[in-house]
Each structure stands twice: as C-alpha cells, then as structure tokens.
C-alpha cells in the first residue's frame, strides 16, 4: 500500500532549521509584497483575473476543438505533434524522439510537467545526460532534490547551502558563498552544453490554437538558448495549456509575473512557433490525469492554473512548512488540490497543511477557489476512509457529544473544571500538542450558560 | 431600544435582501448563539455580547438547548458526523429573524457549509439570518456610537480569516479595491483607543481549529510570529471578533513570556476598561 506523505512532521523538521524557516519565510512574504504593489497599479486587476479565469473556463469547456486546432496549426507550421496519455506514454515518446536520433546530451529549461512525469530519472537510465539550464532547479536537481517550489525551485536553500552544493558538484570554492559568484559559476558550467547538446527541451507557459505556438515565459534566457542551438526541439505541454488566440495572451501576460515574482513581465516571452531550417521541433501533448480531473464536478476549475505560484508564496502554510514538505510535484495551495487526484492515499494529509484561511484564493489571477476545494477534498479524504484513525474516531465522538445538549453541557463542566484541576504534568505531557509551545486557557468559574441560569432566567426550584 | 442614525429600524438584511417579518418599530428581537468553546472556556464573551446588545436595545433570547454549529467535525471534512449538531442548531434557531454569534468562523460555517442536513425552507432561514456580532452592530444595527465604551490602550486588531475574507468584514490586503475595515470602524468609536500597525496586518495566526495540534509545529510558529509582530508594532493588547484565534495566540504569548494581553471585540465595545 502507498504510503502517506506526513507533512506535519516533514514541516516540523523544516521548521526545527531555524535560519531556514525565517529566510523562507521572509523571502517570499516579499514577494507577495510585491505582487501586492504591482497588482495594485493596475486599476483593472480585479476585472483582469475575472476575464482570465473566464477564458480558461471557455477554453477548458471547448478543451477538444481548441486542441484539434492547436494540432493542426502546429502541424502546418512544421512541427510534428504527440499526444502522450499518461507520464509514462510522455517519457516513451520523448525517449523515442531522442534514441532515433541519437541524442545523448539534453538541455532543457523549467518545466513542472516534466517533473510530474518523472522524466529526468527515465531518461538518465536510457543513457541521456539531462541537463536543467534554469539556475534555482538545476540547483536542484545538483543536490538530488525535485524543486521546492513551481517558480523558484530552489527557494528553502540559504547561500550557503548552494555553495555546498556547487562545491561538491562543479567545484566552486567551498568557502565563497558570494551570489553573484555562484551564479557565474553555474553559467560558465552550463554555456559548453548549450553547445554540445543534441537536444532542446521546455515546458509551455501556453500553447495558442490560433497560431500553433508554443509560448514560454523565463527570466534567465536559458530557454531560448535550449531551443534555438540544439538541431532537435521538443516542448512538452500539458491539455490544459491550451488558449484560444493570441488576444488572449495579453490577459495572461500581464497577470503571469506581476502574480509569480511582482515584476511587471518575465525578461522573455518566446512563442515557438516553427522549426528553423534544418532543425526538428516536436510537441508533445500529455494528459497525465487532466482529463479525469476535467470531470471532477468540484474540482475540475484547478486546470486553470498558470503556474505562477502567487498562492504559495501567499500561503502561511506553505511559508512556513517549505515546498518538500508536501512531498509532491505540486506543493502549496494548488499542489493540495491537484496532488490528490494522482494519488488520494499518499497525499491524503496535504488537505489538512491548511488553515483555510483563503488568501491564496484572493490571489489566484485565474480565481480557482483553492480554500474551498481544499474544504472539499478533505470531504472527499473522510468519506473514502482516509483519514488517520485517531481523527477518525475523535470526530465520531464530537459529533455525538455536540449533536446532545445533556453530553456536551456535561463536557463543558468537564472541560471548565478539568482545566482548573488537572496537574500541569498532565496538560502538559508530550503527546499533548496544543501545551507542547502554548498555554492553555485558563478555567473559568462557570460556563456561560451556567451564568446566564443564574443571571437571567429564574432558577429551577430544586 | 436602538434606532441607526436615519431614526428607523434598519429592515432589511444587507447580504440577503430579504426583509424579516417584522414590524417597523417594535424592538429587533435576536438569538444568542454562544459557541461551544466561548461557553465552555470565554463565558466572559458571551456575557459581553449579550450585554451589549441589551444595551443596544434588542430583545435577545438565548435557546437553552444549544451546543455548536457543526464547523469541528465538517472542517475535517467529516461533515456526516456533523449533522447532529447541524440538526440541532438549524432546531434552536428556527424562527428567530437574526441569529448573533461572536464568531465569524462559526457564522461562516453556519452560511457556507451548513449542508450535512436537508435543506429545508427553515434550516435555509436560519443559515441566512445568522450574522456574526461585528457584522451586525456595523449593517443590520448600524451602531455608529458607543458613549459607554472607553478602552485607553495601544491595540492590535485581529480579523479572522474567516470573518475577513469569507464575511468580508474588512478588506483583505492582497485583493485591489477600496479600503474599508467594519471592525475598525466600530472600534474607531471607542474613547482612548490608539491602533498599532503590525507588519502583516492580515496574516493567518495559525490556529485553524484542529490544524492547531494536528499541525502543531506550524500552527505553534505561525502563533509566535504573529504574537511578536503585534509586540513589535507596540500593541498591549490584542482585539478580536474572534475568541478561538485569541485563545491560540494567547497561549503562544504567554509561553513566549510576552506582556501582550488579549480581549474579544465584544468586551471593549461593552466598555470593558482593560
């Protein structure tokens, strides 16, 4: 049987490195704050996120004529499309396209939905060296680690921890954890394999019907370099990519980084649309579970996302707990709705790393209603037996107590006394979470309705 | 008995639109509904809201045989153990034209989730007229004085997150829009009273009902940073509609060894002096 991903205990360690937890935290309350300031010098945001989140409902409710047109125009552009029905198809068909060509050295740029269908560790067994060219996740993916986060992949490592890295992998000066030194050394490692590589690799930010493109939003150029060296392009791109028309992009433009990073536009905006001459550009179209989610009556709308990660950085959750915690491809509010539809036992817990407090709902550009969906799994988590035993049981037991006024009056008598009267040692034993970093309340004399007896109503004779 | 500033009794319930069967000028009759763990733990709460709106002139009624609004079992999702609870209070309340609670996380659960029953024209009644306290004061009331009040200390004001962004009661600040807070309105009011600005105005305290032990570590972090973001911006004291954030907060500032003090909105309102 899968085993369940216990966050509370993953954030708990996190949480134990304290430096971290602060850096974290800190760093990326900042960049909330900044998308706070940039979203707020648009006086139309709020009708933006409206009419994004309408064109993707548009888009996902038509979801098979807008792919049969993206195909076509792709096609008629001279590139050759896939369609991959689950990871494993997707891993298959990229293998395929590189072994017929004997590629051996892949560069390749951002994309979480590579590393949802694992592709990396399928490849490197077959022979082909993968390299990221994205700074934070091949940070990442030089420590053995899946990225933490969907837009800053490497976001929980301090300086320091990335001069360890790097000194033990491309050998930088252990000592010099100087970020502009790391960073140059990592672009100096990774130029020579733009050079060398046989292949180039992104992921898609979207994929216009209208024109066929594939468009990708990066900072850094890498992407652009992985495509137009390499003689073999491939894209990988989730259904849910797909948008209508170009007209449709400025809506996403505008919300993708000023939502991600609080910068008005990512550095670049590439629309691959055909393969220079001579050159070979594949696009492969994975489903991977879209489909199944796309009939989910209550959480079907998580296809909107773009991926821009505003709902973790937002998430005080997510701040504090760390991207791994999650133990998924997808972490945060978002990764909590989406990771269950993979796998609902292992990730049974993540609906619960949730105070349900809905910011990250107010921040979504494409207004997915994350907290409430997240409300919703934990329906679906109860319903289908798999909740933890002892939460199992505690709800059976506070649902009898709270459905009959004479158990729960007798309950709160035992909880006003039982404070009052109950040795610290016992309040305060280890297996007690609540006394472990905070007091407990102190007892009051009587309960309320106990006092309003006494206070307004005639007493009953005895 | 009260009268809002245009001299008439407001009528009409502002997020339904629905008029209550009342007749203008007769007394607003209201239920009281105390949550379990205000019952139980804040007795002091539930007098003060009480009092409060005795003295603002309602006719209040407190249904003896109630107990909780279900949120517990349902934000668990285990909603089906939530129907009793969810029977009984749709029972309680039947019939009353506004249910109050001092709570917006309750009032929210009783709104939007009160669902593991049949959803009959009563049990929609009742989910319809149920407000949470500040919410009331500031729409159906529209309490703009409070003569008895005077709180002469430096206060942090804590919205759930409940009461902020499911009950609106206050702009949130990552949403673009015009600013408005109704619990700072109605504390604005109070004599004396000076605001601290903490850093991070809205942040979740982490206590998030069984999230608080189930998730102790980021529960118990995210109580201590909020503790110290209100010490930091010079607040003495805490004020909230919200009991069960102050209970968790309080309880991490007082482990922290913090001086920070903590009160519910409906005691300074109610003219409680410290």
């Known amino acids: 049987m899968t085993k369940r991903i216990d966050h509370s205990e993953a954030a708990s360690k996190f949480i134990a490195a304290k430096d971290h937890v602060e850096f974290h935290d800190r760093r ?55 369609w991959a029905r689950d990871a494993a198809e997707h891993n298959q068909v990229v293998h395929g396209i590189l072994a017929a060509r004997g590629a051996r050295v892949l560069v390749k740029s951002k994309s979480m939905l590579t590393d949802e269908c694992g592709m990396r560790p399928f490849l490197e ?15 990442q993916q030089l ?15 301090l300086r320091g921890d990335v001069a360890r890295v790097f000194s033990s992998t491309i050998g930088t000066d252990a000592g010099n954890s100087d970020v502009h030194y790391l960073a140059e050394s990592q672009r100096a490692h990774t130029r020579p394999y733009f050079l060398r590589a046989d292949a180039g690799m992104t992921g898609a930010n979207f994929a216009i019907a209208e024109t066929g493109a594939v468009v990708v939003c990066t900072n850094e150029g890498n992407a652009d370099l992985s495509v137009h060296l390499p003689p073999l392009y491939i894209a990988s791109v989730g259904i849910e990519k797909v948008i209508p028309k170009v007209e449709h992009l400025g809506i996403f ?45 209550d959480f079907w709308s998580s296809l909107k996302c773009i991926r821009c990660g505003a709902c973790m950085n937002t998430c005080p959750v997510y701040r504090r707990s760390g991207g791994l915690s999650y133990g998924a491809t997808y972490s945060g509010p978002i990764g909590v709705i989406i990771d269950p539809t993979f796998n609902l036992r292992k990730f049974s817990s993540l609906p ?111 | 008995m009260y009268r809002n500033r245009a001299g008439a009794l407001p009528f009409i319930l502002p997020h339904t639109g629905i008029r209550p069967r009342r007749a203008l000028g007769s007394p607003v009759k209201a239920a009281l509904f105390v949550p379990c763990y205000v019952d139980a733990l804040f007795p002091e709460v539930g007098i003060a809201t009480l009092a409060l709106l005795e ?112 009950l609106r009661l206050a702009k949130a600040s990552e949403i673009a829009e015009p600013g408005f807070s109704k619990p700072m309105a109605l504390l604005s009011k109070v004599a004396g009273i000076r605001f601290a600005q903490p850093s991070r105005p809205d942040e979740c305290c982490g206590f998030g009902g069984t999230f608080s032990v189930f998730e102790e570590a980021v529960s118990a972090r995210m109580g201590h940073d909020k503790v110290s973001d209100h010490a930091g911006a010079g607040a003495e004291y805490v004020v909230s509609g919200d009991m069960s954030c ?18 519910h909105i409906a005691q300074v309102l109610n003219g409680a002096r410290s």
């Not at chain 1, 939502?259 to 991977?288: C, K, W, Y």
């Not at chain 2, 669902?115 to 149920?130: D, E, G, M, Y």
Request: aromatic share 6%; with cysteine.
């Open chain 1, 143 to 157: 420590d053995g680690e899946p990225p933490s986060h969907i837009v800053v992949p490497a976001v929980h490592k």
């Open chain 2, 55 to 166: 003295r603002l002139g309602v006719a209040v009624e407190y249904p003896l045989e109630q107990t909780c609004c279900g949120q517990p079992m349902a934000n668990n999702g285990c909603e089906k153990d939530a129907a009793r609870a969810e029977a009984l209070f749709a029972r309680n309340f039947a019939g009353y034209d506004y249910i109050v609670a001092p709570s917006g996380s309750c009032t929210h659960h009783v709104r939007e989730h009160l669902t593991a029953i049949p959803q009959t024209a009563a049990v929609r009644r009742v989910r319809h007229s149920t407000y949470e306290l500040v919410e009331f004061l500031h729409d159906v009331l529209a309490v703009r004085e409070f003569p008895w009040a005077e709180f002469r200390h430096t206060v942090g004001l804590h919205i759930g997150c409940s009461s902020l962004r499911a």
């Open chain 2, 246 to 263: 102050l209970m968790h907060q309080r309880g991490c500032a007082q482990r922290m060894g913090s001086k920070l003090k903590f009160i």
């Open chain 1, 253 to 297: 433009v505008r919300m993708l980084s000023r939502s991600a990073l609080g910068s008005p536009i990512t550095q670049l905006t590439s629309h691959f649309r055909r393969p220079r001459p001579g050159q070979e550009m594949h696009i492969v179209l994975v489903d991977n579970g879209r489909v199944e989610r796309l009939g989910m009556a």
């Open chain 1, 352 to 462: 619960f790393a949730s105070t349900l407090n809905g910011s990250c709902t107010s921040v979504c550009p494409v207004r997915i209603d994350i907290h409430d969906q997240i409300y919703k799994w934990r329906q679906v988590i109860a319903a289908r037996n798999q909740l933890p035993i002892v939460k199992q049981e505690a709800m059976r037991a506070a649902g009898k107590v709270l459905g009959s006024p004479r158990l729960y009056r007798a309950a709160a008598r035992a909880t006003a006394t039982g404070l009052a009267q109950l040795p610290r040692a016992l309040v305060y034993n280890p297996l007690n979470a609540w006394g472990r970093q905070r007091e407990v309340p102190d007892a009051p004399a009587q309960t309320f309705r106990e006092w309003y007896l006494e206070n307004r109503k005639p007493r009953k004779k005895p």
């Open chain 1, 28 to 82: 990326l309350w900042d960049l909330r704050g900044k998308r706070d300031r940039e979203s707020g010098a648009l006086p139309e945001w709020e009708s933006l996120r409206t009419l994004a989140s309408q064109v993707k409902e548009h888009t996902l409710t038509h979801l098979a004529a807008y792919l049969e047109e993206f195909e076509a125009n792709a096609t008629a552009n001279g590139a050759i499309v896939h």
């Open chain 1, 125 to 139: 067994a077959r022979g082909i060296e993968v390299m990221e060219t994205d700074l934070g996740e091949r940070i």
